[in-house]
Nanobody, 127 residues
Framework: QVQVVESGGGLVQPGGSLRLSCAGSGFTMGYYVIGWFRQAPGKEREGVSCISSPDGHTFYVDSVKGRFTISRDSAKDTVYLQMNSLKPEDTAVYYC????????????????????WGQGTQVTVSS
C-alpha cells in the first residue's frame, strides 16, 4: 500500500513558481497512478494533473497546461508538480493521491478512483 505526503506549498506572488513534492513508499513497485488535486474554499476538489507508471503518460487540466509540469523520480519515491506563472486562481490546498495498478494518464481519473491521499499543502498566490 502506497502512502503519500505532500510538501512545498507556500505564499508566492503572481507570476512566481513553486514546486510541490509527493513523497511516498511503494512507487518503485512499478504499476501506479499519482494524481494532484486542488480544492479552493467553497469549491469542489479539482483534478490538476496525473502521471502513470510504467508508461509515464501525463494529464493536465486545461487551466494549467503550459504552466505546470508533473514528473517522477522513482529512485526517490517522489512525484513533483512544478508550478510556474502562478495566478491568484491557483490558490488552493493541493493534494497528492495514489492508486496502485495499471492505469494510464491518457485519461482523467476522478478523485473517487484514488484510494490513498496525503494531508494537503496550502498554495497561496497573492501580491
Amino acid at each position: 500500500q502506497v502512502q503519500v505526503v505532500e510538501s512545498g506549498g507556500g505564499l508566492v506572488q503572481p507570476g512566481g513558481s513553486l514546486r510541490l513534492s509527493c513523497a511516498g513508499s511503494g512507487f518503485t513497485m512499478g504499476y501506479y497512478v499519482i494524481g494532484w488535486f486542488r480544492q479552493a474554499p467553497g469549491k469542489e476538489r479539482e483534478g490538476v494533473s496525473c502521471i502513470s507508471s510504467p508508461d509515464g503518460h501525463t494529464f493536465y487540466v486545461d487551466s494549467v497546461k503550459g504552466r505546470f509540469t508533473i514528473s517522477r523520480d522513482s529512485a526517490k519515491d517522489t512525484v513533483y508538480l512544478q508550478m510556474n506563472s502562478l495566478k491568484p486562481e491557483d490558490t488552493a490546498v493541493y493534494y497528492c493521491a495514489s492508486r496502485m495498478g495499471y492505469y494510464s494518464c491518457d485519461y482523467y481519473y476522478p478523485p473517487q478512483m484514488y484510494n490513498t491521499w496525503g494531508q494537503g499543502t496550502q498554495v497561496t498566490v497573492s501580491s
